[in-house]
Protein backbone atom coordinates (compact mmCIF):
# COMPACT_ATOMS: atom_id res chain seq x y z
CA UNK A 1 0.00 0.00 0.00
CA UNK A 2 1.59 3.19 -0.92
CA UNK A 3 0.23 6.75 -0.83
CA UNK A 4 2.89 9.21 -0.44
CA UNK A 5 0.83 12.00 0.82
CA UNK A 6 -0.06 10.13 4.17
CA UNK A 7 2.67 9.09 7.15
CA UNK A 8 2.68 5.70 6.07
CA UNK A 9 6.48 3.63 6.49
CA UNK A 10 7.01 0.71 5.33
CA UNK A 11 6.84 -2.42 7.94
CA UNK A 12 10.62 -3.57 9.10
CA UNK A 13 11.25 -5.73 11.90
CA UNK A 14 11.87 -2.91 14.25
CA UNK A 15 8.44 -1.36 12.91
CA UNK A 16 6.99 -4.45 13.75
CA UNK A 17 8.69 -5.07 17.18
CA UNK A 18 7.98 -1.86 18.39
CA UNK A 19 4.23 -1.89 17.55
CA UNK A 20 4.00 -5.37 19.55
CA UNK A 21 5.98 -3.60 22.29
CA UNK A 22 4.46 0.01 22.66
CA UNK A 23 0.95 -1.07 22.17
CA UNK A 24 1.50 -3.88 24.93
CA UNK A 25 0.96 -3.25 29.11
CA UNK A 26 3.60 -4.38 30.13
CA UNK A 27 5.87 -3.57 27.84
CA UNK A 28 7.51 -6.87 26.90
CA UNK A 29 7.20 -10.38 25.44
CA UNK A 30 9.08 -13.53 24.61
CA UNK A 31 11.42 -13.80 22.14
CA UNK A 32 10.05 -16.40 20.42
CA UNK A 33 6.62 -15.08 20.36
CA UNK A 34 7.75 -12.08 18.77
CA UNK A 35 9.26 -13.71 16.15
CA UNK A 36 6.18 -16.02 15.78
CA UNK A 37 3.97 -12.77 15.36
CA UNK A 38 6.63 -11.15 12.84
CA UNK A 39 6.46 -13.37 10.00
CA UNK A 40 3.23 -14.37 10.56
CA UNK A 41 3.46 -10.65 9.28
CA UNK A 42 5.62 -11.39 6.27
CA UNK A 43 8.96 -10.96 8.08
CA UNK A 44 11.70 -12.99 7.58
CA UNK A 45 12.92 -14.77 11.02
CA UNK A 46 16.62 -14.10 10.69
CA UNK A 47 15.67 -10.65 9.82
CA UNK A 48 13.57 -10.30 13.25
CA UNK A 49 16.36 -11.89 14.98
CA UNK A 50 19.20 -9.35 13.86
CA UNK A 51 16.98 -6.47 14.37
CA UNK A 52 16.18 -7.83 18.15
CA UNK A 53 19.83 -8.23 18.96
CA UNK A 54 20.46 -4.64 17.38
CA UNK A 55 17.48 -2.65 19.57
CA UNK A 56 19.19 -4.18 22.66
CA UNK A 57 22.63 -2.65 21.31
CA UNK A 58 21.15 0.66 20.59
CA UNK A 59 19.07 1.08 23.62
CA UNK A 60 15.74 0.37 22.58
CA UNK A 61 15.42 -3.22 24.29
CA UNK A 62 16.24 -4.97 27.34
CA UNK A 63 16.70 -8.32 27.52
CA UNK A 64 15.99 -10.64 30.53
CA UNK A 65 16.67 -14.44 29.43
CA UNK A 66 14.03 -15.17 26.38
CA UNK A 67 12.17 -12.11 27.19
CA UNK A 68 12.39 -8.64 26.03
CA UNK A 69 11.23 -5.43 27.00
CA UNK A 70 11.23 -1.95 26.32
CA UNK A 71 14.02 0.44 27.77
CA UNK A 72 13.08 3.59 30.38
CA UNK A 73 13.87 5.56 27.13
CA UNK A 74 10.87 3.77 24.76
CA UNK A 75 8.62 3.59 27.67
CA UNK A 76 8.64 7.62 27.84
CA UNK A 77 7.56 7.12 24.54
CA UNK A 78 4.85 5.02 25.05
CA UNK A 79 3.44 6.87 28.38
CA UNK A 80 2.97 9.98 25.97
CA UNK A 81 1.21 7.68 22.85
CA UNK A 82 -1.07 6.78 26.12
CA UNK A 83 -1.56 10.28 26.57
CA UNK A 84 -2.17 11.21 23.05
CA UNK A 85 -4.49 8.67 22.38
CA UNK A 86 -6.60 9.89 25.54
CA UNK A 87 -5.16 12.99 26.59
CA UNK A 88 -6.56 14.68 30.49
CA UNK A 89 -7.75 17.92 29.91
CA UNK A 90 -9.20 20.68 32.60
CA UNK A 91 -12.28 23.31 31.37
CA UNK A 92 -10.48 25.81 29.10
CA UNK A 93 -11.54 29.50 30.55
CA UNK A 94 -9.56 31.61 27.14
CA UNK A 95 -6.16 31.63 29.46
CA UNK A 96 -3.07 30.69 27.52
CA UNK A 97 -0.21 28.84 28.69
CA UNK A 98 3.32 30.71 27.69
CA UNK A 99 6.74 28.46 28.48
CA UNK A 100 9.41 31.24 28.20
CA UNK A 101 13.22 29.96 27.79
CA UNK A 102 14.72 32.05 30.34
CA UNK A 103 17.87 29.96 30.90
CA UNK A 104 19.96 28.59 28.40
CA UNK A 105 22.38 25.81 27.49
CA UNK A 106 25.48 25.42 25.88
CA UNK A 107 25.17 22.12 24.13
CA UNK A 108 23.14 22.18 21.25
CA UNK A 109 22.01 18.47 22.55
CA UNK A 110 20.34 19.97 25.53
CA UNK A 111 18.46 22.72 23.58
CA UNK A 112 17.39 20.13 20.46
CA UNK A 113 15.80 17.92 23.95
CA UNK A 114 13.73 20.88 25.58
CA UNK A 115 12.32 22.25 22.21
CA UNK A 116 11.49 18.13 21.13
CA UNK A 117 9.78 17.76 25.02
CA UNK A 118 7.59 21.06 24.45
CA UNK A 119 6.23 19.70 21.13
CA UNK A 120 5.53 16.70 22.61
CA UNK A 121 3.61 18.72 25.26
CA UNK A 122 1.69 20.23 22.46
CA UNK A 123 3.45 23.64 23.06
CA UNK A 124 3.57 25.78 19.50
CA UNK A 125 6.44 28.12 18.91
CA UNK A 126 5.30 31.81 19.34
CA UNK A 127 9.15 32.72 18.41
CA UNK A 128 13.08 31.70 19.68
CA UNK A 129 12.71 30.66 23.21
CA UNK A 130 8.81 31.35 23.10
CA UNK A 131 6.09 28.48 22.94
CA UNK A 132 2.42 28.29 24.05
CA UNK A 133 -0.47 26.87 23.69
CA UNK A 134 -4.30 26.99 25.18
CA UNK A 135 -4.28 26.30 28.78
CA UNK A 136 -6.82 23.43 28.59
CA UNK A 137 -4.23 20.17 29.41
CA UNK A 138 -3.19 18.90 32.49
CA UNK A 139 0.07 20.40 33.74
CA UNK A 140 3.04 19.29 30.99
CA UNK A 141 6.11 17.21 32.57
CA UNK A 142 8.70 19.01 30.39
CA UNK A 143 12.74 17.63 30.13
CA UNK A 144 15.18 20.13 31.54
CA UNK A 145 11.98 22.23 32.71
CA UNK A 146 13.75 24.35 35.26
CA UNK A 147 14.96 26.33 32.16
CA UNK A 148 11.26 27.57 31.47
CA UNK A 149 9.91 30.24 33.63
CA UNK A 150 5.89 30.06 32.87
CA UNK A 151 3.13 32.92 32.04
CA UNK A 152 -0.74 32.61 31.56
CA UNK A 153 -2.51 35.35 29.70
CA UNK A 154 -4.71 36.18 26.84
CA UNK A 155 -3.92 36.86 23.56
CA UNK A 156 -5.48 39.54 21.24
CA UNK A 157 -6.15 37.52 18.64
CA UNK A 158 -6.10 33.52 19.77
CA UNK A 159 -8.16 31.86 16.60
CA UNK A 160 -5.29 33.51 14.46
CA UNK A 161 -2.46 32.15 16.72
CA UNK A 162 -4.07 28.76 16.79
CA UNK A 163 -4.05 28.66 13.14
CA UNK A 164 -0.74 29.79 12.64
CA UNK A 165 0.72 27.55 15.74
CA UNK A 166 -1.34 24.62 15.44
CA UNK A 167 -2.43 24.63 11.82
CA UNK A 168 -5.68 22.12 12.76
CA UNK A 169 -7.42 22.36 8.77
CA UNK A 170 -4.31 20.47 7.76
CA UNK A 171 -4.15 17.69 10.76
CA UNK A 172 -8.08 17.50 9.86
CA UNK A 173 -7.15 16.65 6.62
CA UNK A 174 -4.36 13.67 6.69
CA UNK A 175 -6.54 12.80 10.16
CA UNK A 176 -9.73 12.22 7.43
CA UNK A 177 -7.55 10.65 5.05
CA UNK A 178 -6.04 8.51 6.86
CA UNK A 179 -9.35 6.94 8.32
CA UNK A 180 -10.31 5.99 4.88
CA UNK A 181 -6.86 4.41 4.88
CA UNK A 182 -7.36 2.33 7.48
CA UNK A 183 -11.43 1.51 6.54
CA UNK A 184 -9.57 0.25 2.99
CA UNK A 185 -6.95 -1.91 4.23
CA UNK A 186 -7.63 -5.26 4.48
CA UNK A 187 -4.49 -7.59 5.06
CA UNK A 188 -2.77 -7.31 8.53
CA UNK A 189 0.28 -6.25 7.42
CA UNK A 190 -1.03 -3.39 5.57
CA UNK A 191 -3.23 -2.57 8.93
CA UNK A 192 -0.55 -2.35 10.96
CA UNK A 193 1.16 -0.20 8.67
CA UNK A 194 -1.63 2.39 8.48
CA UNK A 195 -2.34 2.03 12.04
CA UNK A 196 1.33 3.19 12.83
CA UNK A 197 0.71 6.15 10.50
CA UNK A 198 -2.47 6.75 12.44
CA UNK A 199 -0.90 6.72 15.77
CA UNK A 200 2.17 9.08 14.47
CA UNK A 201 -0.32 11.86 13.81
CA UNK A 202 -2.77 11.16 17.00
CA UNK A 203 0.42 12.22 18.92
CA UNK A 204 0.84 15.13 16.55
CA UNK A 205 -2.58 16.61 17.79
CA UNK A 206 -2.05 19.89 19.16
CA UNK A 207 -5.42 19.02 21.37
CA UNK A 208 -7.22 22.44 20.82
CA UNK A 209 -10.20 23.73 22.63
CA UNK A 210 -13.35 23.15 20.30
CA UNK A 211 -13.69 26.52 19.39
CA UNK A 212 -10.35 26.56 17.72
CA UNK A 213 -11.14 23.37 15.25
CA UNK A 214 -12.58 23.21 11.94
CA UNK A 215 -16.02 21.34 12.15
CA UNK A 216 -16.23 18.45 11.70
CA UNK A 217 -13.01 17.34 13.41
CA UNK A 218 -12.26 13.77 13.26
CA UNK A 219 -9.96 13.56 16.44
CA UNK A 220 -12.81 11.36 18.24
CA UNK A 221 -12.82 9.25 15.52
CA UNK A 222 -9.08 8.78 14.90
CA UNK A 223 -8.40 7.77 18.32
CA UNK A 224 -11.56 5.35 18.15
CA UNK A 225 -10.42 3.82 15.35
CA UNK A 226 -7.19 3.56 16.78
CA UNK A 227 -8.46 2.03 20.25
CA UNK A 228 -11.02 -0.83 17.88
CA UNK A 229 -7.84 -1.83 15.96
CA UNK A 230 -5.51 -2.02 18.90
CA UNK A 231 -8.10 -4.39 20.36
CA UNK A 232 -8.16 -6.27 16.81
CA UNK A 233 -4.40 -6.45 16.66
CA UNK A 234 -4.06 -7.79 20.49
CA UNK A 235 -6.45 -10.51 19.60
CA UNK A 236 -4.27 -11.53 16.31
CA UNK A 237 -1.15 -11.35 18.62
CA UNK A 238 -2.42 -13.28 21.72
CA UNK A 239 -1.68 -16.05 19.84
CA UNK A 240 1.51 -15.69 19.51
CA UNK A 241 2.68 -13.46 22.26
CA UNK A 242 1.06 -13.70 24.97
Same mark, same amino acid.
Given at each position: +???????? *??? !???????????? &??????????????????????? !?????????????????????????????? *????????????? *???????????????????????????????????????????????? +????? !??? =???????? *????????? &? #??????????????????????? #? +????????????? =???????????????????????? &????? #???? !?????????
Amino acid at each position: +MVQNSLPF *RRL !TARSAILSVLLG &AHPAQAPAAAIVHLATELGLQES !TVRAALTRMVSAGDLERDDATYRLTPRLLG *RQKLQDLAIDPML *RPYDGHWRLAIVTTGADAAADRTLLRESLQANKFGEVREGVWGRPDNL +MTPRI !TAG =HRLTYVTG *RPDDPDELA &A #RLFRPAAWADIATRLLAALDGAD #R +MRDRLEVAAGVVR =HIMRDPILPAEFLPQPWPGADLRS &AYRDF #RAEF !TAFASTYVW
